[in-house]
């Protein structure tokens, strides 16, 4: 058979045990890896008989079902580029992605398809919440058809950039960069056919798309798969398990539920992404269940970077030691090293970097150095250990009178008064500073603390410009769904503050 990279290598994983467990359903049956990939294959052929060559782009907009995840896996196999789109998107955003990408296939919500019509000269298939509509029809229907041959170098994938600043670019994955990195977690993180996955993450993000599926089918493990993530329904499902990939909030949604130590007990590995894990979720999780949650740090474009070990000491507040395979530098952004103790910009060199964004060359050339390093645009610091500290987005420094600060270094001293949860800190315009520190901060508990409280706090720890100019105190900060802290919302929210 010819060589389909991204495929061969998530089949593989299973080989011998076509029978065994690959998911649990949340309607509690239960679907084999044979009949995982005959479904997968159906869909390929569904795919091709629509029109589907290969190097084209499919797009989907579809709820979490084991049917988009064969949908996935088909598209791989029959050669084409799937382009996973976040549900969030109202259809007036799917104009940019349709633009951009040209998609030859569509698929969404049979409620959505007048709409996308509308938009698009694409073939529109249809996919339901429950895993039905003309995709699933046409699959049924279809004889399964064996992977079309595809190279390291050839595109599996776009994904597009969340875009907190101007539109969302187009993350091209090649079957080098997800199976390659795939199958390094799977070795560090010691995933085997005994693992039973909790599967919570949506699938149009790299996190639950690529890192949990990816390395679950990699590994032959299995998953209990869930339509989106329930605090409690991941509790309940904890003792049927070994492993949870999450983002920051499911932890801390995780340690408000009753029962957690003994549910987690029978656990083997917490891993956390996507988003700074704080200090004291992990020593709070730690308390709780006895288990250090391992953070690793990634991003839509190189896929996983660094990992905190697996046997060795997994520090909070890093996101551990570069991969096998990745070279990582701090850089003034433009490839020349900082000193040591000195914050820089992240850059990555490997087998997991993208191949750059769609239609975009020249913002490629910007951010994807002619050394092959990544300019991640995080700035980071190495600890003591070497581990890594991801200090926050290059762009969200502050410069105030001139002095750079780093927010997290403020959020930490801030998150660290008692009464207080958590903290953004932004700088906004400023007349006379050209921007001014605020901090946007979430008590415990209201009255918890106040704004002089806080002050009298840090102001011991922290240079006069480091301290914020104004502290707002409010209920919560506002996240997207991977649970990142969105400061662009709230940099526009006080922009006015001292104008
Ligand atoms: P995305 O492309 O949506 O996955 O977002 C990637 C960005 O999320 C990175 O560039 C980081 O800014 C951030 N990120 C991911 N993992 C972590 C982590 N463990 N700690 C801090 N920031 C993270």
């Known amino acids: 058979m010819p060589k389909n990279v991204l495929f061969d290598t998530l089949r593989d994983g299973s080989r011998g045990r076509e029978d065994a467990v690959f998911a649990r359903l949340p309607d509690g049956t239960t679907l084999s890896f044979d009949a995982f990939f005959d479904g997968a ?15 084209d782009r499919i797009a989907a907009q579809v709820a979490k079902t084991m049917q988009a995840l064969q949908l996935y896996v088909g598209a791989v196999m029959a050669g084409g580029v799937f382009l996973p789109l976040n549900v969030a998107y ?45 995709l699933t029809a046409a699959a049924q229907t279809a004889t399964p058809m064996p992977p079309l041959a595809r190279g390291g170098d050839d595109l599996a994938a776009i994904l597009y950039t969340s875009g907190t600043t101007g539109k969302p670019k187009g993350a091209m994955l090649s079957h080098r960069n997800l199976a390659s990195n795939s199958r390094t977690l799977a070795q560090i993180w010691q995933f085997t056919p005994d693992d039973v996955l909790i599967h919570a993450l949506p699938i149009f993000h790299t996190h639950g798309l690529f890192v949990a599926t990816n390395v679950a089918l990699i590994a032959g493990a299995s998953l209990i798969f869930q339509p989106g993530f329930d605090a409690a329904a991941v509790l309940s499902a904890m003792p049927q398990a070994t492993a949870l990939m999450g983002v920051p909030t499911f932890y801390t949604r995780l340690l408000q539920q009753d029962g957690l130590a003994e549910a987690a007990h029978n656990m083997r590995l917490f891993i956390s992404g996507s988003a700074p894990l704080l200090a004291d979720t992990h020593a709070q999780w730690g308390a709780v269940t006895g288990h250090q949650i391992l953070e690793r740090y990634g991003m839509t474009e190189t896929n996983m970077n660094t990992s905190n070990p697996y046997e060795g000491a997994r520090r909070p507040g890093t996101v551990g030691l570069p991969l096998p395979e990745v070279d990582l530098r701090l850089t003034d952004g433009k490839g020349t090293p900082v000193p040591p103790d000195t914050p820089g910009i992240v850059e990555v060199r490997g087998p997991n970097v993208f191949q750059g964004y769609w239609n975009l060359p020249e913002k490629t050339a910007e951010e994807l150095l002619p050394d092959g390093f990544f300019v ?9 250990a070497g581990y890594l500290q991801i200090i926050g987005r290059a762009k969200d420094m502050v410069i105030s009178g001139g002095f750079n600060v780093y927010p997290k270094e403020v959020e930490a001293l801030i998150d660290d008064v008692p009464g207080v949860m958590e903290s953004a800190v932004i700088g906004v315009p400023h007349p006379d500073f050209g921007e001014a520190v605020i901090a946007i901060v979430v008590p415990d508990a209201a009255d918890a603390v106040t704004e002089g409280m806080i002050t009298d706090a840090i102001a011991p720890e922290l240079a006069r410009y480091k301290q914020p100019k104004r502290i707002e105190l409010v209920n919560a900060l506002p996240r997207n769904t991977m649970g990142k802290v969105q400061k662009n919302l709230l940099r526009q929210q006080y922009a006015g503050l001292f104008r």
């Open 41 to 55: 294959a159906r869909m390929a052929a569904a795919l091709v008989r629509n029109g589907l060559k290969p190097g």
């Open 90 to 134: 109202k259809t007036a955003e799917l104009d940019h992605f349709i633009t951009d990408a040209a998609p030859t296939i569509f698929v969404c919500d049979p409620e959505a398809e007048p709409a996308i019509r509308a938009l698009t000269d694409a073939r529109i298939l249809t996919l339901d919440p429950c895993g039905r509509g003309s």
């Open 376 to 384: 991640t645009g995080d700035i980071g610091q190495f600890d003591d």
